[in-house]
T-cell receptor
Framework: NAGVTQTPKFQVLKTGQSMTLQCAQDMNHEYMSWYRQDPGMGLRLIHYSVGAGITDQGEVPNGYNVSRSTTEDFPLRLLSAAPSQTSVYFC???????????FGPGTRLLVL | DQQVKQNSPSLSVQEGRISILNCDYTNSMFDYFLWYKKYPAEGPTFLISISSIKDKNEDGRFTVFLNKSAKHLSLHIVPSQPGDSAVYFCAATYTGANSKLTFGKGITLSVRP
C-alpha cells in the first residue's frame, strides 16, 4: 500500500527560486494537510484542505500556496524561496476518524 | 503562544522499565488528543489517541492518561524496549477544527539496553 507519498525526498534551492513539493494519497481521504518541522518547534500547519477545490490557511502560510484539484493530490508551492523556509515538510491525510492523520515520509528542503 | 507543551526535551530509561512522557495543553476547546512517534528520516506515525470523554486509553504496552482538570496528559510505555527510542509528539484537536492538529515540540526518548 502506497499510503501518502511525497516527492522529492531532498531538494536544494537558491534564494528566490520557486518549486512545487508533490503529495499524493491513494486512500481516498478528503482531508489533507501540509506541515513543516523545524528543530525545537514541533510540527506546524502550513495549509490544509477538506476536499477537492477547498483549501485554507494554517498556522504558518506565508510564502506558500496550495491547490486541490483532485482528491488524490495536494501540491505545495514555494513562490520565492527564502532561507527561513529551510525545513522538513510533511504531507498528511486523514479519513473519517477524527484527528488521526497519516503522514508521508517528508521532503527535506535546503534554501541557500 | 504554545497551546500544546512538552516541557521535557528528552527522556532516558532502562529497557524493561516504564517510560512516562508528559504533555500539557492550554486550549480548553481541545477534545481529542493523539500521540505520534517519529523515527529519523521518516514521517510521524500514529501511536494512540484519547477522547476527552475518557480518562484512559490502552493499547498493548501503550497507555494514555488524560486529566482534563489539570489540562494534562501522559503516555506510559510498559515495558520500554530499545525499539521505542524515537521522538514522541503530543498533538491536540477539537471538533470542528477540520482535522487541524496542534503539536507539541516533541520528546526524544532513549531506551538503554
Amino acid at each position: 500500500n502506497a499510503g501518502v507519498t511525497q516527492t522529492p525526498k531532498f531538494q536544494v534551492l537558491k534564494t528566490g527560486q520557486s518549486m512545487t513539493l508533490q503529495c499524493a494519497q491513494d486512500m481516498n481521504h478528503e482531508y489533507m494537510s501540509w506541515y513543516r518541522q523545524d528543530p525545537g518547534m514541533g510540527l506546524r500547519l502550513i495549509h490544509y484542505s477538506v476536499g477537492a477545490g477547498i483549501t485554507d490557511q494554517g498556522e504558518v502560510p506565508n510564502g506558500y500556496n496550495v491547490s486541490r484539484s483532485t482528491t488524490e493530490d495536494f501540491p505545495l508551492r514555494l513562490l520565492s524561496a527564502a532561507p527561513s523556509q529551510t525545513s522538513v515538510y510533511f504531507c498528511a491525510s486523514r479519513g473519517t476518524s477524527v484527528g488521526t492523520q497519516y503522514f508521508g515520509p517528508g521532503t527535506r528542503l535546503l534554501v541557500l | 503562544d504554545q497551546q500544546v507543551k512538552q516541557n521535557s526535551p528528552s527522556l532516558s530509561v532502562q529497557e524493561g522499565r516504564i517510560s512516562i512522557l508528559n504533555c500539557d495543553y492550554t486550549n480548553s476547546m481541545f477534545d481529542y488528543f493523539l500521540w505520534y512517534k517519529k523515527y529519523p528520516a521518516e514521517g510521524p506515525t500514529f501511536l494512540i489517541s484519547i477522547s476527552s470523554i475518557k480518562d484512559k486509553n490502552e493499547d498493548g504496552r501503550f497507555t494514555v492518561f488524560l486529566n482534563k482538570s489539570a489540562k494534562h496528559l501522559s503516555l506510559h510505555i510498559v515495558p520500554s524496549q530499545p525499539g521505542d527510542s524515537a521522538v514522541y509528539f503530543c498533538a491536540a484537536t477539537y471538533t470542528g477544527a477540520n482535522s487541524k492538529l496542534t503539536f507539541g515540540k516533541g520528546i526524544t526518548l532513549s531506551v538503554r539496553p
